[in-house]
């Protein structure tokens, strides 16, 4: 089962909601890979001896790990929590989520600056790059459960927008407009 993903409308309405455009305009995994993002779908009830997932992380250098319960029973001031993560940011590193219960939603612009809202449910692991502008918030259910990886110590620092002079920001802009290499071909 593949992720969610589609243009947003222009609405103010509650952040909760899906915000689809009229007509919907869904979003490939292809064009989310062209902006960087990385989606897996893994099994989130053997999250702890999921040999793919430790692929993964041994991969990316991914050696820090914790686990998020989002709702408001367990999160203190989570209104206000809920309100900072909408508020649009970018990180100097990327941003690792497995959702292994509930879901949410990670909004990211795309090239020209129009939002994509990618639902995110149980089993998704998204990888945004570093200096993508992005936000987060729940679905109305109100829950979800993350694992959060990390390279070396966790770092969660947030510049909001505007940072086009951040360095991870140019290098993502940079990333955007160069071609990297020869892509391989699958086997």
Not at 8 to 37: I, Q, T, W, Y
Not at 127 to 154: Q, S, V, W
């Amino acid at each position: 089962m593949a992720i969610e993903a589609w243009f947003m409308d222009e609405s103010e309405e509650d952040p909760r909601l899906p915000h689809h455009r009229n007509p919907k305009e869904f979003v490939s995994l292809d064009h989310l890979a062209d902006l960087g993002v990385l989606y897996w779908h893994l099994n989130p009830e053997n999250y702890e001896n999921d040999e793919e997932l430790q692929r993964i992380r041994e991969a990316r250098g991914y050696n820090y790990m914790d686990l998020l319960d989002l709702c408001p029973a367990k999160v203190q001031n989570y209104e206000e929590k809920l309100k900072n993560f909408y508020t649009e940011h970018i990180h100097a590193d990327e941003e690792i989520r497995y959702c292994l219960e509930g879901s949410g939603y990670f909004d990211v612009r795309d090239k020209g600056d129009r939002w994509i809202r990618i639902w995110i449910k149980a089993g998704d692991l998204i990888i945004l790059p570093a200096g993508i502008y992005h936000r987060f918030t729940l679905d109305t259910n109100n829950y979800t459960k993350l694992m959060r990886l990390f390279l070396g110590e966790p770092v969660w620092t947030a510049y909001n927008r505007p940072q086009e002079d951040h360095p991870a920001r140019k290098e993502y802009i940079k990333s955007l407009t160069e071609e990297v290499g020869v892509p391989l071909e699958a086997h």
